[in-house]
């Protein structure tokens, strides 16, 4: 089992920035492509940002490319979403989740309980 736990949600206004970062501890972190994904009210959670296991790939959403960078520390055990340039669009709970098949891949073994991110306009 991986434990996964986000923190650096908050309120930030529009053209703000936030890093949140998702600690994880249990089994080899660092054999785990890593991900974040998204949900605002009344959609469905959506793919944002993933990460492999060394860093040396990372794939985004469009909707956040130039603006969000994932990052890695397997030292720490933790995985960062950087998110510059906000937009009241990006409000949402985001989730931190990690799968031990392929950056590709859409499944994802373990999910964090998630923290909100609410940008103001």
């Known amino acids: 089992q991986v434990q996964l736990v986000e923190s650096g949600g908050g309120l930030v206004p529009a053209g703000g920035s936030l890093r949140l970062s998702c600690a994880a501890s249990g089994r080899t972190f660092s054999s785990y492509v890593m991900g974040w994904f998204r949900q605002a009210p009344g959609k469905e959670r959506e793919f944002v940002a993933a990460i492999s296991w060394n860093g040396g790939r990372t794939n985004y959403a469009d909707s956040v490319k130039g603006r969000f960078t994932i990052s890695r520390d397997n030292a720490k055990n933790t995985v960062y979403l950087r998110m510059n340039s906000l937009k009241p669009e990006d409000t949402a709970v985001y989730y931190c989740?990690?799968?031990?098949?392929?950056?590709?891949?859409?499944?994802?073994?373990?999910w964090g309980q998630g923290t909100q991110v609410t940008v103001s306009s």
């Open positions: 989740a990690g799968n031990g098949h392929s950056i590709s891949s859409p499944s994802y073994d373990y």
